[in-house]
């Protein structure tokens, strides 16, 4: 078993540049979520999806902030423009749907933004 | 919306030391509990969970947590630590809907 796949595990950005991380959730979960990690700010529930439909987008912190699902098997989460405050890891994970499931996270992917 | 609240933000001891970690939640309906740890520069993985049955559970790496109802507390415990037990935990709840709430973390440093 893969696990949860993220790409890239490293990314390092100018400040205006657009931002694409990607994910692919171990198969047959069919709930995704993507995490946001700062030292100042914890780990943040930024958006989730169940069977590929976004349920809950209230942590996206703005509109630059963008994630699809275009099938059970990959997500994006795009920031367009990038700002330097947007540095952190992001962390996608995913579950056997509800809450009482663990979910499995990924190694994550530490974004700098210059 | 649950929150949850974990009251130690960094805790320091000595190898053989034993451990307690305190997680609160305030939700009042069932709910489904979890300890993650992150070890330096890895990603977050599930110690133990609990969600109905005997409220004292068993995870890996002899970490134990105790849920009591009353309290609404899910406290982790180990009895004697190891250098590598070194990292951060998490509590997280969950409840009706897909999503888990995590606690703010509790980084723990282990001396030699």
């Known amino acids: 078993d893969a696990g949860v796949i993220q790409s890239p595990r490293h990314e390092v950005t100018e400040m205006g540049q657009e931002v694409t991380l990607r994910c692919k959730p171990i198969?047959?979960?069919?709930?995704l979520f993507w995490y946001r990690q700062t030292m100042m700010r914890g780990l943040e529930l930024l958006i989730y999806f169940n069977n590929n439909v976004p349920i809950d987008d209230s942590g996206m912190p703005e509109d630059r902030f963008s994630a699809k699902m275009p099938n059970a098997s990959f997500s994006t989460l795009k920031i367009q423009p990038s700002e330097p405050r947007d540095s952190a890891v992001y962390f996608c994970?995913?579950?056997?749907?509800?809450?009482?499931?663990?979910?499995?996270f990924g190694p994550g992917t530490r974004l700098t933004v210059l | 919306a649950q929150s949850v609240s974990q009251h130690n933000h960094h805790v320091i001891l000595s190898e053989a030391a034993s451990l307690e970690l305190g997680c609160n939640y305030s939700?009042?309906?069932?709910?489904?509990l979890f300890w993650y740890v992150q070890y330096p520069g890895q990603h977050l993985q599930l110690l133990l969970k609990y969600f109905s049955g005997d409220p004292l559970v068993k995870g890996i790496k002899g970490f134990e947590a105790e849920f009591i109802k009353s309290k609404f507390s899910f406290n982790l415990r180990k009895p004697s630590v190891q250098w590598s037990d070194t990292a951060e935990y998490f509590c997280?709840?969950?409840?009706?809907?897909?999503?888990?709430?995590f606690g703010a973390g509790t980084t723990v440093t282990v001396r030699a």
């Open positions: 994970a995913s579950s056997l749907g509800y809450s009482y499931n663990e979910q499995f």
């Open positions: 939700y009042g309906g069932t709910v489904n």
């Open positions: 997280a709840v969950g409840s009706d809907d897909y999503k888990l709430s």
């Open positions: 198969s047959g979960h069919n709930s």
